[in-house]
């Protein structure tokens, strides 16, 4: 008997599709060890294999539309809407490009996060397909463009290639997906890590005692200037995104800590410092890490998943002027000198 293929196509919209996805694939090939698993993403392949180990060809191109950020809190709308303007007029060209790409790897499951067009061209195909993610395009579509000239009928599309799927699974927290009849809900999904608290700081050459503070804001997306802002805390050390400046010295890029993985990176530290978003989110609540999150405020997923996130584990939500003001010494003192919140089951 051959072996099963599954082909996952994931969004390059951050890092967080992936993450929250690999930990399913890994499971799935521990029960099925003749599985074969191709991706079909933009994200840095390097990235890709360390998350996803097992994975066999990986195909470098990106069948979804996402958001265009203009920064790692905000969504550039106007970009936004043009890229799905332009998507949606190339329709069947796109999803006859998609289908050579997709069907030509023979697969016996679809599994996208959260492309539509993958779903679309599975089906097409006549090929069994699941969705899976915290969210979908439709329903972050409908929030910020919902209103908008044309918008229905891209909405309809998107309705329909979701709506063909086996299943869309909805893992914890998630939007609600009202709109679709294929829903299943499921708990939480993380990469839970270790504590390597000791081998980091020894690394960084910092003292045995140090806490360390975690910034993380997207991976994709352009980050700040000047990082000057940040406050300095007593005995403390932030981790900063490897693309952001160092400008004291009680700040290192985690870049240094490439052999680590992020979940363990995320374990070790004291407090993560963060937007609201699937993959760090559940990441910190499953290793019970503390939670400094500044709001971005018109995030679709935002009020469930920071309730969520106050439900099960441990949070102090702060404003964008007061993250940018660097005004939160005393939340982050609080958070990273109080008890860590019992880990959250994924």
């Known amino acids: 008997m051959s072996s099963p293929h599954l082909v996952v196509a994931l969004s390059s919209h951050g890092y967080g599709h992936a993450a929250m996805t690999a930990p399913v694939v890994a499971a799935l090939a521990a029960r099925i060890p003749t599985l074969d ?3 079909v993403s933009t994200l840095p392949e390097a990235w890709l294999r360390q998350r996803f180990p097992s994975v066999g060809a990986v195909v ?3 069948l979804d539309v996402g958001l265009a ?3 790692p809190l905000d969504v550039d709308r106007e970009a936004s809407y043009s890229a799905y303007r332009r998507f949606h007029e190339e329709w069947d060209r796109r999803l006859a490009a998609a289908s050579s790409r997709i069907i030509g790897l023979a697969p016996d499951l679809v599994l996208s996060n959260v492309g539509y067009l993958p779903l679309a061209v599975a089906a097409h195909a006549g090929v069994p397909s699941v969705a899976l993610s915290s969210l979908n395009w439709l329903s ?3 929030a ?3 209103d908008r000239a044309g918008a229905a009928a891209i909405m309809e599309r998107m309705r329909q290639a979701y709506a063909a799927a086996e299943l869309f699974i909805r893992c914890t927290p998630a939007l609600p997906m009202e709109e679709l009849a294929n829903t299943v809900a499921i708990g939480p999904i993380a990469e839970r890590g270790m504590d390597r608290h000791a081998e980091i700081v020894a690394r960084l050459g910092l003292a045995s005692d140090t806490r360390l503070l975690l910034l993380s804001l997207g991976g994709r997306y352009p980050s700040p200037a000047s990082v000057k802002a940040l406050p300095a805390i007593e005995n403390a ?3 900063l995104p490897p693309d952001w400046p160092v400008v004291r010295a009680d700040m290192s890029r985690s870049g240094a800590l490439d052999d ?3 979940a363990d990176i995320v374990r070790s530290s004291a407090a993560l410092v963060t937007k609201p978003g699937y993959g760090l989110v559940t990441e ?3 290793a019970g890490t503390p939670v400094l999150c500044v709001r971005r405020g018109d995030w679709p997923e935002e009020p469930g998943m920071v309730q969520w996130l106050h439900d099960s584990g441990r949070c102090i939500e702060i404003t964008r002027d007061r993250f940018d003001r660097g005004d939160f010494a005393c939340d982050l003192r609080e958070l990273a000198g109080g008890p860590r919140p019992a880990a959250v089951a994924p």
């Open 60 to 62: 470098g191109e990106d």
């Open 140 to 142: 972050v579509f409908r």
């Open 69 to 71: 950020m203009a920064s």
């Open 144 to 146: 910020y463009f919902g």
């Open 284 to 286: 910190a609540a499953c």
């Open 237 to 239: 050390h932030w981790l």
């Open 37 to 39: 698993v191709s991706l």
């Open 260 to 262: 680590f993985r992020f």
